[in-house]
């Protein structure tokens, strides 16, 4: 039924929301790049890039032009490519798995474990063959991956452990920052990531000096003096301009995230006595930071669909696991292989998360999931 009273809608994400605490810091930097007129590289991306490496307690961060691309760039940093081979989840965003076959080796597909939706370390193992050479695991929705056991696979087998942070800037892993746990990490600023830039934007995260340079080598051209390029490389710098927005949002990145989390525990308070919705599961020792706040209901698309109703917006990520997907076809797989990221495709929801959200929108939110959901 239509809500009569007039409420506002509730967006999944509000960025606009974001934008009016930060307004004048933003435009006045804007200004100021523009008036310095350096667009590439320069010192405010350095800066940036000593920034976002302390806020990941890393000794390098180096920015690039998108989080795709710091996975292609990383890959090819390890010297991974044609013939090799690289375990991944199914249930992540495409571009970790573009990634794999942008630096041409190939991907495999892993399931993952039921409750924290990341990818399980004994699929892991049973996927190993002769061509591995390293493992992504990405982070999803804000949680690390169980990376301990990710990285005794990894040491036993000679594989690279890489990870894909794209939505986890400021996660820990039994006190470690996520970014810290392989041997390269990978982060997005897609505008709308716990820290997002005003356009594409991307970050290598290492404490490996080599490959800390080979990727700052990879992202311009393969150089390192103006006219002298060593490698064949790409063109991937992070923009000066979003490098300075960076610098400005990174200052309350870790605010922001403290309220993600303080909305995720509202919602499982409020959510708890209603039985047929399942809450986030959070392995213990870990610090979440809830970039999605993803609940699973039996009928989700009606749920959805009443919400909707109700002028509440959510979201579905993914819809289809990427082997279900007509772009990777050419792996041979379909329906069945991997049935727990397939059953969690089908029941999975994103709630509307985001730091200036309210304690007055979430208890609307939940009262509209209590009418809907017996
Ligand atoms: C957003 C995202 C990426 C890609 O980042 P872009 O900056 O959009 O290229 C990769 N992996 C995951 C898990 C993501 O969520």
């Known amino acids: 039924m239509k809500n009569t009273v007039a409420v506002e809608d ?10 009016q605490g930060i307004q004048e810091e933003i435009l006045s930097t804007i200004k100021e790049v523009i008036e310095e007129g350096t667009f590439i590289l320069g010192r405010r991306v350095r800066e940036f890039e000593a920034g976002f490496a302390r806020f990941c307690n890393s000794p390098f ?24 081979e690289v375990i991944t989840a199914p249930n992540t965003a495409a571009p970790t798995a573009e990634a794999i076959s942008l630096a041409r080796a190939r991907v495999v597909f892993a399931d993952i ?4 939706f990341n990818i399980d370390p004994k699929e892991v193992k049973k996927k190993i063959t002769r061509k591995t050479r390293a493992i992504i695991s ?40 996520v970014g810290t746990l392989g041997e390269v990490a ?19 995260v290492t404490s490996d000096e080599k490959i800390a340079e080979r990727v700052r080598m990879l992202r311009d051209h393969g150089r390192k003096e103006k006219y002298l390029h060593e490698i064949e490389g790409h063109n991937s710098r992070l923009d000066t301009l979003q490098a300075a927005i960076l610098s400005v949002k990174l200052k309350y990145l870790e605010n922001w995230n403290e309220r993600r989390r303080q909305h995720a525990h509202y919602y499982d308070k409020l959510l708890a006595p209603i039985k047929g919705v399942t809450t986030p599961k959070v392995a213990q020792g870990l610090r979440h930071v809830y970039h999605l706040y993803v609940i699973k209901v ?13 002028g509440i917006e959510t979201g579905i990520h993914y819809p289809h696991p990427l082997h279900l997907q007509p772009a990777f076809s050419y792996l041979g797989l379909g329906k069945g292989f991997f049935p727990r990221a ?6 999975i929801l994103s709630l509307p998360i985001y730091p ?18 017996k």
């Open 10 to 19: 509730i967006k999944l994400v509000d960025l606009k929301a974001q934008y």
């Open 61 to 84: 961060a180096i920015g690039v032009a998108s989080g795709t691309d710091a996975l292609v760039l990383a890959l090819k940093a390890l010297e991974i490519g044609q013939g090799d």
């Open 342 to 347: 397939e059953e969690a495709a089908s029941k």
């Open 138 to 177: 990405v982070h999803l929705y804000g949680q690390p991956a169980e990376m301990d056991e990710l990285k005794d696979i990894a040491r036993t087998h000679g594989l690279k452990l890489i990870e894909d942070a794209a939505q986890a800037h400021g996660a820990e892993y039994k006190g470690k920052r």
């Open 298 to 310: 039996e009928d989700r698309d009606l749920l959805r669909s009443e919400l909707k109703e109700e």
């Open 186 to 204: 990978c982060f997005s600023f897609f505008p709308s990531k716990n820290l997002g830039a005003y356009g594409d934007g991307g970050a290598v």
């Open 356 to 373: 200036e959200m309210t304690q007055e929108q979430i208890r609307r939110i939940v009262e509209a999931i209590k009418l809907n959901v």
């Open 113 to 116: 474990h039921p409750e924290t």
